[in-house]
């Protein structure tokens, strides 16, 4: 199992810790370090920022939203930063929610996700193989576009760059069942957001038709320290965002997700908590048990064990938010 270091987006501003969390990551051998966006930072310029200031770490999205960019788009972004990084960029990808897609970048959300984020890959894929000029048929992404509202002058074309690696790896962040037994047929990793190693089970057969080399690469927050309670603090704050904020009432992909976890009604009360403006109370009714099983905090020898639940699961890549470089270190140091 491969360690990666999870940076996320930025908050209020740059965190001027990143690009030195970053160099301490590749000093102790992590492979890969992975930024992220929102509605704020983006994933693809921090990147590049770190790609100058260091030499082998690989340089990972997760995940770059879909709907911030066309997927040609997308993939000029990523065969840039490959060629001015020498080959170390791991595209993740993910759809997001109807909340940001149409009310932070304006767009329809797909009334046919599966069928949306299959064509986006489509062509991501073409423009990386520089085999022909880009063409899809689509529902979605179709290009060149056509019919009303266009002046019937688009042709395909073909990447002027020629890419330095046809076959960059294209992750996927995938929640559903469906959407992760797509991402095992079309992609070369699954970015999970939530993933316990006590529940492996829940993708077994999502992950059937995973081909070999196949990464599986979660998401996972760490803490070296001595209050288990209280590092598991920052794990339940996140969590009452992203199950009671990230996504409307009626469609919260991560309270779906929390659910079928095992948390169902607590889903639904870190929900109306939130939602009522009483966020404290949220955090506060995310169950302790969720959030550690989902983490990895406290103690070294507790952590030590723990680590050992993720390395015998399906995970290839431990993807790490950590806020010191003691907690980095002393993952790399079990890990080895």
Not at 73 to 83: E, N, P, R, S, V
Not at 127 to 141: M, N, Q, T
């Amino acid at each position: 199992m491969r360690l990666g270091l999870a940076l996320g987006y930025w908050g209020r501003r740059p965190d001027p810790r990143h690009l030195t969390l970053a160099r301490h990551a590749e000093r102790l051998g992590y492979h890969s370090v992975w930024t992220a966006e929102s509605w704020g930072s983006d994933a693809f310029t921090p990147l590049t920022w770190i790609a100058a200031h260091t030499r082998r770490i690989r340089l990972g999205t997760a995940v770059a939203q879909m709907a911030a960019r066309s997927p040609t788009a997308t993939a000029m972004h990523a065969l840039t930063l490959d060629h001015l990084s020498g080959g170390r960029v791991l595209l993740g990808l993910g759809l997001s929610g109807p909340q940001v897609v149409e009310g932070w970048y304006g767009r329809p959300f797909p009334r046919s996700p599966l069928t949306a984020t299959r064509e986006y890959v489509d062509v991501v894929r073409q423009v990386l193989r520089r085999e022909a000029p880009v063409a899809l048929d689509g529902r979605f992404h179709p290009l060149p576009r056509t019919g009303p509202g266009t002046t019937g002058l688009g042709k395909p074309l073909r990447s002027i760059t020629h890419p330095l690696r046809p076959g960059l790896p294209v992750l996927l962040g995938a929640e559903g069942p469906r959407n992760v037994a797509q991402t095992a047929r079309i992609a070369d990793g699954w970015l999970p957001l939530y993933w316990s190693p006590e529940r492996t089970d829940l993708h077994t057969e999502a992950l059937a038709a995973a081909p070999e080399g196949f990464m599986v690469a979660p998401l996972v927050r760490a803490r070296l320290c001595v209050d288990v309670a209280e590092g598991l603090r920052p794990v339940k704050t996140m969590l009452a965002l992203y199950v009671g904020g990230m996504g409307h009432a009626s469609r919260n992909f991560h309270a779906g997700l929390m659910a079928r976890m095992g948390y169902g009604e607590q889903a639904r009360a870190v929900q109306e908590l939130f939602l009522s403006g009483r966020r404290e109370e949220a955090v506060a009714a995310v169950p302790d048990a969720f959030a550690d099983e989902i983490s990895l905090v406290g103690p070294r020898e507790r952590i030590a064990e723990r680590l050992e639940l993720w390395r015998r699961s399906p995970v290839t890549d431990l993807l790490v938010t950590a806020p010191d470089p003691a907690t980095l270190r002393v993952l790399a140091e079990l890990n080895a």
